[in-house]
């Protein structure tokens, strides 16, 4: 077991800079490639370690840990849930990394599996909504477009399967192209769009946080400054960070795939200091999704820029 302050130390990015990924995704929640597919490709980018951490669920750390071994890759065990969150009257969802967690916590596992059945009931209502607005799309298609975790990106690719649908898409939003993953998002199926059900529950930061504490692992805000809501990307303020802290978030992923604001050099420095002042680790993490995942999160494993 490990002490906050020896967590912290662990997931000190400035020690490992180019050398680590921790905040990867597998095939068994929406990225595209196997968890050793993954540890294979770590390997090929000279990486030292990864963190699988996949949406709400641990099913590939055992495959990649084994992988891991057999390469001479560490693979921290990870994951990354999916939290909601109030901004005054705006609802939105934010994403804790838990870094280092042990993937055998019973009160983790047992969070995990309801939120495996959350993501089913969503999954479920917004196929309807699919249907009632006119494409052609049913619950098994999503099923076959992931071998884990039922998220947006299957559903996505799995309406973009039929061209029906994607007639329909350029008509109804008069596209000059065909549509792609990132335009289902944006038209149909982000926070606050037609067939985003505004029902999904989802476990609070608070929640979040004291399961990763609870499975001895570190808990980072995720991409930080950047959350969904139903008005759109929004951003995690300061006020918000310190009452994070204060409820035990032990780390922001300040160094991230890509560099817009608030992910500019200046406004790193800015958060830079608030994370000393506050004590937090600094992590970084690709939010590698796969190599095809154009659209998608990142897509260049282990390529962090830093400082
Ligand atoms: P879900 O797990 O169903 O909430 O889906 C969230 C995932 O969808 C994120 O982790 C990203 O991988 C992906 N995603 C979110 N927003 C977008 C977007 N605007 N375009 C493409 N992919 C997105
Ligand atoms: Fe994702
Ligand atoms: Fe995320
Ligand atoms: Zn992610």
Known sequence: MSSDAEL???FDYSKRA?????????????????????VRLAKEAGLEEIALTDHDTIAGIEEA???????????????ELNTREMFNDLEASVHILGLGIDPRSPRLIEALGRLA????????SAVEKLQELGYKITLDEVRTYTKGTLGRPALARALLKRKVNRVRMRQAFSLVKSPKVSDVFTYLISRGKPAYQNVRPAMTIQHAIQLIRDANGLPVL???????????????????LRQYVKEGLGGIELYYYYRIVPYSRLARKRWLALAKELDLACTGGGDYH???????????LGKIPYP
Do not use: F
Not at 65 to 71: F, K
């Open 117 to 124: 059945t959350h993501r089913e009931e969503h999954m479920t």
């Open 65 to 79: 840990q084994r992988a891991g071994e057999q390469s001479g890759i560490t693979v921290v065990p990870g994951v």
């Open 18 to 38: 180019g050398k680590v990924d921790w905040h990867v995704h597998s095939y068994r929640s929406d990225g595209l490639d196997s968890p050793t597919e993954l």
């Open 8 to 10: 912290k130390a662990r």
């Open 222 to 240: 995720s991409h930080p400054l950047i959350c969904e809501s139903n008005a759109g990307i929004r951003q995690i303020d300061e006020a918000k």
């Open 290 to 300: 796969g190599k095809g995942s154009k659209g998608l999160a990142g897509h260049l």
